[in-house]
Structures are given as structure tokens and as C-alpha cells.
């Protein structure tokens, strides 16, 4: 649960490596979704998937110290090339996803400024440090 609490923290910081993550499940949630379901269920995924990709893009940009004029970019594409890939209904519209995902990789050559203590990937109020590897191995290691 604390997982799924960290998907929706706004002044958090994730790394690479978990912003990446997020986002390419949001385009593959997406895609899969988007052609498997009506006009009204997608676009209802579509603005559930905006708020997860919303606060990532917002966290990621926290973590580079970039303004906050960055987190518009991103996510105005994806919700823009989204839109137009539900109300199309073709399959080559799913290449509009690639204009998005130019600006992820553009987020993702800024390196974060501050050294934190992520836990998978991210660093903030919500407590994760349960579900940290080593916290499993030394608590079965103190049931032996």
C-alpha cells in the first residue's frame, strides 16, 4: 500500500531509473488498454494514467532541481497524443506515443543535484524502508 501511496506524493523525489519505469508502464498500460476497451473507458484510464504521470514528471523534476516549467512538456503531450489516439481508432496513432516518450528521455539526462537515500527509486514522506532487501533478509535471518 505504501507503494502505490508513493505513485501520488507531489513534493517527493524519484530517480531515473523509477521515473523511466513509471512512465514506460504508463504508455504500456496505456496502448494496452486504449485498444481493448471503448472511447469512455479509455479516456477514463487516460486521466488516471495523467495523474500518475503528472506526479512522476513532478517528482522527477524536484529531483534535477529543474523549474517547474518542465513538468508541462511531458505531460501536455502525452495527454494531447492520448487524446488523439483514443478518438482516431488507429493503430499507427499509437506512434504519436513516441513524442511523449522524447520527453521523458529529455528529463532523463538531467542527473539528480542532491545525493538521497532512494528507496526503489524514490525519496520522501511515504516510508518504504519496509520494503527495503536488506529489512527482508535481516528479518528472516533474526526467525532462524
Same mark, same amino acid.
Given at each position: 500500500?505504501?507503494? *502505490?501511496?508513493s505513485l501520488f506524493c507531489w513534493h517527493c523525489? @524519484?530517480?531515473r531509473y523509477r521515473?523511466?519505469? $513509471?512512465?514506460s508502464l504508463c504508455y504500456f498500460c496505456f496502448i494496452l488498454f486504449a485498444l481493448a476497451f471503448s472511447k469512455f473507458t479509455s479516456f477514463l484510464l487516460l486521466l488516471i494514467l495523467l495523474v500518475i504521470y503528472t506526479m512522476s514528471t513532478?517528482?522527477?523534476?524536484? @529531483?534535477?532541481?529543474?523549474k517547474n516549467s518542465w513538468l508541462y512538456g511531458p505531460t501536455l503531450i502525452f495527454s494531447f497524443t492520448a487524446s488523439i489516439i483514443i478518438f482516431v481508432e488507429?493503430?499507427?496513432a499509437l506512434f504519436l506515443l513516441l513524442l511523449p516518450a $522524447?520527453?521523458?528521455?529529455?528529463?532523463l539526462t538531467y542527473p539528480g543535484k542532491i545525493k538521497r537515500d532512494f528507496i526503489f527509486g524514490y525519496h520522501g514522506p511515504v516510508d518504504l524502508s519496509? *520494503?527495503?532487501q536488506g529489512d527482508r533478509t535481516s528479518t528472516r535471518q533474526s526467525g532462524r
Open positions: 500500500m505504501q507503494l *502505490l501511496k523525489f @524519484d530517480d521515473f523511466s519505469v $513509471i512512465h513532478k517528482r522527477r523534476v524536484n @529531483d534535477a532541481t529543474l488507429s493503430s499507427f $522524447i520527453c521523458t528521455a529529455a528529463l519496509s *520494503l527495503r
